[in-house]
């Protein structure tokens, strides 16, 4: 069954997301360069932490 979705409810889910992904960027840049690396390294950390950002939980905490 297909759901419609209004372009408020899109962008709210495209905030979200968002928002997760700056977050989780700013912690493992963070925590990379608390750990020594340079800062070619720690912004490597960041994207790897936005890659592991979980969609799930964002789409979760939206219903809350």
Do not use: P, T, W
């Amino acid at each position: 069954m297909k759901q419609d979705v209004s372009a408020e409810e899109i962008r709210c889910i495209a905030d979200a997301v968002r928002q997760a992904c700056v977050i989780a960027a700013q912690e493992g840049y963070a925590n990379a360069a608390m750990s020594g690396l340079c800062d070619e390294g720690a912004f490597e950390a960041a994207v790897s932490a936005m890659r592991m950002v979980d969609l799930n939980v964002v789409l979760a905490n939206l219903k809350e």
